[in-house]
């Protein structure tokens, strides 16, 4: 990634890699929040345990959990789709697309541009554009010694779930709340916005499991972290709630004086209660959970 | 495609699928253009014929080429690239990024994100993100009759790459102006600028053949057309000039009484003096080339 960075020289706005999204100035318009996030079968998903409705749903909201972690709110996705020739009846084509209508009616956020071609494999590229209507989105650098952390829900669903379909015997059903976790993940754009609103100082989501993207995030603003919570999703394992990553949950880092009124937003906002999970430290080698230091778990891209 | 749109339902914003790029609304914001556009190994180049630099060339140039029809300028562009697992060296995707960052220089087009993927098949999807200052977009669907058709340059140069590159033999050196017609055109943003600005009443981008993209701009139109002439690039057919395709050259339509101030606005411009192809008749069925009816030539997408 470093290299890709480089090569791009001038052309690259540095924030658009190193954020969840990059914040482009547009000359006579606000600021805009924008992300690029990709699904390919094969490498992020199996379409033996998820429908083709499945994957694209889970393509735009995890574009979407990018803004949500900006605090920004959705404003356009557009979606090129390419798919394996042998499919020429349109089937997964309309499949794919019917989630993302799915997904786009649950988010309200409209679907301004497509694309659609043959190809290889199936794979979904969505791009989603964002704003935050005055405002400044939250970035991941922001955090400072003695801010507190919470996360906006549970976390390991998404694993857990995997997990539950892969072990699954044959055609046996695949319902309930682990399964919908995994293939209909929700971006939690209102409380990202909400903690915006609240002051937060950094925030990431925990796509790439809630361990790693606290590391990045403690990276990105050069400071450690110890943690005394981890909030498990029921069903889930203690290390899929820190390794397993897909779960579209946000971490949130405010400082101590904001910490009622972020609470009171959520409550007024009627979301779910976000759990403390800890606080930050000055020294950026501290990165502990409990007694115990806290290994980089989860999702490490192959070319990240 | 008319599947794909009516299974977005109320999420799509229908200009999106039907001009060259979608205008958005943005609160707070001035009217930004948007647009997709993939380019698939085996589908759309073949990199027996092309580098992965060319590949991230014509990636970022095709779309570009769609805020150019527009009248659009662009301000930032984002990268999602699928590269297979068997060239993890990286050298691939450097090449691919060298190609978008030199379209990224040639056109200031800056890049403002970027995903990277393993994959089965090269892919590289971009979106482009544009502005029009403070005007308005040109669309596909306002040319009226008796306008006059302008096209911006010559045409079926990049077919005629294409051709010569196929039948060189083995390594034979493949430079000179038709194979860098192919492999690394050029978006026509300051002339769709200006033609904006000169009053263009419709403009489309001929990537998909000028004989069907005429059509189109007819279909969207209500209208037919005459034309006169076609400018054939040195060394392509007329059959090339009007349905190979790949040249990023835009099809202009504007008024009689606007005709010698876009000409003189090209002029002041720098830029090459676009041709006179016909004009614009009111019956839709009149769709004629001299005297004989022109076929819809061209590249007709599969789920298009």
Redesign the interface.
């Known amino acids: 990634?470093q290299?890709?960075r480089r090569?791009?020289?001038?052309?690259?706005?540095a924030p658009?890699?190193r954020d969840d999204?990059?914040v482009?100035d547009?000359?006579?318009?606000?600021p805009?929040v924008?992300?690029?996030?990709?699904v390919?079968?094969?490498?992020?998903i199996d379409l033996g345990l998820c429908s083709p409705g499945d994957v694209g749903w889970k393509a735009l909201m995890g574009a979407l959990s990018d803004l949500a972690a900006m605090g920004a709110r959705p404003?356009?996705a557009?979606?090129?789709l390419?798919v394996p020739?042998s499919t020429?009846d349109?089937a997964v084509?309309?499949g794919v697309?019917?989630g993302?209508?799915a997904a786009?009616?649950e988010t309200a956020?409209?679907?301004?541009?497509?694309?659609?071609?043959?190809?290889?494999?199936l794979?979904v590229?969505v791009?989603v554009?964002g704003?935050v209507?005055?405002g400044t989105a939250v970035p991941r650098h922001g955090a400072r010694p003695d801010d507190v952390i919470f996360v906006t829900g549970p976390c390991g669903g998404s694993a857990a779930g995997l997990r539950v379909l892969r072990s699954r015997a044959g055609d046996a059903p695949a319902d309930g709340s682990l399964a919908a976790a995994y293939r209909r993940p929700r971006a939690r754009l209102a409380d990202g916005a909400t903690a915006r609103l609240a002051g937060a100082h950094a925030m990431i989501d925990v796509s790439d499991g809630l361990a790693l993207d606290l590391h990045r995030l403690a990276d990105a603003s050069g400071v450690g972290f110890a943690l005394d919570a981890v909030p498990v999703a029921e069903g889930a394992t203690l290390e899929e709630a820190l390794g397993g990553g897909e779960d579209y949950e946000l971490a949130v880092v405010i400082g101590p004086g904001d910490v009622e009124g972020y609470r009171a937003r959520c409550a007024a906002a009627g979301l779910r209660v976000p759990s403390r999970i800890g606080v930050v430290r000055t020294d950026p080698a501290e990165r502990r959970l409990g007694g115990e230091e806290l290994d980089r778990l989860g999702w490490q891209?192959?070319?990240g």
Chains 1, 2 share one sequence.
């Open positions: 990634l290299r890709i090569t791009l020289g001038n052309g690259i706005e658009g890699l999204a990059a482009l547009v000359p006579g318009g606000g805009l924008v992300s690029v996030d990709s390919v079968e094969g490498v992020h404003v356009g557009l979606v090129a390419c020739e020429g349109g084509t309309l697309m019917e993302v209508a786009s009616r956020c409209p679907i301004v541009g497509g694309d659609v071609s043959g190809g290889g494999v794979m590229a791009t554009l704003t209507e005055g891209h192959a070319l």
